[in-house]
């Protein structure tokens, strides 16, 4: 059965350092999304992305942030300047179809920013 | 953010019973419902789901109840299994207004007895 993956699983930086969150979509769907859920809190809707470009995004994803789909295959979350604060598990989805449907969640990255 | 809502942060049933997980919401623009299951260090998992246009969807075990103007839903599971035990959540869009976001529930830890 097709799934999102995500890579790395685990990811340790310094703050201020930059991150790249890597995930592998499910290969017929259209629409990309990153979720954020820091511990003890509720996944948080951060940006979707359609037609390689970004269709929507929270008040969570500001300049720091920013999304790609630098081939067929992959979707890349990117933060330029880590903050203790972003310090979190992050989730890719991916939806088949014109915003009816099922989004499917990868496994998730987590984020230790020290 | 409040705008979708699980009170209960947990439920214990006996194997064999039902399961009845709740969820609220204040959004009269939310038109899409979805039930994720989730592991721990694992991506939520979708369960069911059911359009506004509908007030119940089933799936084998799983039905979900829509309620509109209670602005309520709710997701059974009968018979519940001892691999059942994991945290439901509750997510919401409105296709409109926001394109296929997802808000979400806080969560509901299930334990299913042996």
């Known amino acids: 059965e097709p799934e999102v993956t995500q890579t790395p699983s685990h990811q340790v930086t310094q703050m201020g350092q930059e991150v790249i969150l890597r995930c592998v979509p499910i290969s017929n769907h259209l629409y990309f999304y990153w979720y954020r859920q820091i511990l003890g809190q509720k996944v948080e809707f951060l940006v979707s992305?359609?037609?390689?470009?970004?269709?929507?995004k929270s008040e969570i994803f500001d300049d720091q942030f920013s999304v790609e789909r630098p081939d067929g295959s992959n979707f890349t979350l990117k933060i330029r300047s880590t903050k203790l604060e972003d310090s979190a598990m992050y989730f890719c989805?991916?939806?088949?179809?014109?915003?009816?449907?099922?989004?499917?969640f990868g496994p998730g990255t987590r984020l230790t920013v020290l | 953010d409040q705008q979708v809502k699980q009170n209960s942060p947990s439920l214990s049933v006996q194997e064999g019973r039902i399961s009845i997980l709740n969820c609220d919401y204040t959004?009269?623009?939310?038109?899409?419902f979805l039930w994720y299951k989730k592991y721990p260090a694992e991506g939520p998992t979708f369960l069911i789901s059911i359009s506004s246009i509908k007030d119940k969807n089933e799936d084998g075990r799983f039905t979900v109840f829509l309620n509109k103007s209670a602005k309520h839903l709710s997701l059974h599971i009968v018979p519940s299994q001892p691999g059942d035990s994991a945290v439901y959540f509750c997510?919401?869009?409105?296709?409109?207004?926001?394109?296929?976001?997802?808000?979400f529930g806080e969560g509901t830890q299930l334990t299913v007895n042996p």
């Open positions: 989805a991916s939806l088949q179809g014109a915003l009816i449907g099922a989004q499917y």
């Open positions: 997510a919401a869009s409105a296709r409109e207004t926001s394109g296929s976001r997802l808000t």
């Open positions: 959004n009269s623009m939310f038109d899409y």
């Open positions: 992305f359609y037609n390689n470009e970004i269709s929507e």
